[in-house]
T-cell receptor, first 115, second 113 residues
Framework: NAGVTQTPKFRVLKTGQSMTLLCAQDMNHEYMYWYRQDPGMGLRLIHYSVGEGTTAKGEVPDGYNVSRLKKQNFLLGLESAAPSQTSVYFC??????????????FGPGTRLLVL | GDSVTQMEGPVTLSEEAFLTINCTYTATGYPSLFWYVQYPGEGLQLLLKATKADDKGSNKGFEATYRKETTSFHLEKGSVQVSDSAVYFCALSGYGGYNKLIFGAGTRLAVHP
């Protein structure tokens, strides 16, 4: 079991460039999430999905888009990167139901630097 | 809105010392409470959780009790090891459903031999 994987691990962008971060999970989880981690601020929810074909906004959605065309994949897109989007991005998934339904499983993170 | 407040770090301890990391929360309703740990260069992993008042979560020698009257979920360990060095995040769920988590800022723990 690979769990939750993220691609790429590290990326440098110039302001205005676009990119897509890929998250994949092999646990058949219903719910998936994208967070950003900034110093002194903990993790903040960007977008989430409660099933294939669904997406919803989290706490800090501006400047990001997401898609969940397949249950196991959750993509995070930056259409026009800005220096304020320099951060570490974490993907997570959770079963959604059952006694451990609330537990989230995290990927290793993607470090993004926008110049 | 819902929020989580953790004690600021870093916390620096000698091996075998007692650890307490304070966490308090503000929430409507009755959220579940969590402690997640992030080891250097890794993602977060669940350390322990409690789903209702007076529940005690425990794992790997760490404990935390869900105190509704003081809205707290303090993390404790009786004897820390160098391998416990990490960043610890307190979090709550239940906000708006769908298991969304609200995290505290994190507390860095450094344990020296």
């Amino acid at each position: 079991n690979a769990g939750v994987t993220q691609t790429p691990k590290f990326r440098v962008l110039k302001t205005g460039q676009s990119m897509t971060l890929l998250c994949a999970q092999d646990m058949n989880h219903e719910y998936m999430y994208w967070y950003r981690q900034d110093p002194g601020m903990g993790l903040r929810l960007i977008h989430y999905s409660v099933g294939e074909g669904t997406t919803a906004k989290g706490e800090v959605p501006d400047g990001y888009n997401v898609s969940r065309l397949k249950k196991q994949n959750f993509l995070l897109g930056l259409e026009s990167a800005a220096p304020s989007q320099t951060s570490v991005y974490f993907c997570a998934s959770s079963p959604g139901k059952g006694p451990s339904g609330e537990t989230q499983y995290f990927g290793p993170g993607t470090r993004l630097l926008v110049l | 809105g819902d929020s989580v407040t953790q004690m600021e770090g870093p916390v620096t301890l000698s091996e075998e010392a007692f650890l307490t990391i304070n966490c308090t929360y503000t929430a409507t309703g009755y959220p579940s409470l969590f402690w997640y740990v992030q080891y250097p260069g890794e993602g977060l992993q669940l350390l322990l959780k409690a789903t209702k008042a007076d529940d005690k979560g425990s794992n790997k020698g760490f404990e935390a009790t869900y105190r509704k009257e003081t809205t707290s979920f303090h993390l404790e360990k009786g004897s820390v090891q160098v391998s416990d060095s990490a960043v610890y995040f307190c979090a709550l769920s239940g906000y708006g459903g769908y298991n969304k988590l609200i995290f505290g800022a994190g507390t860095r723990l450094a344990v020296h031999p």
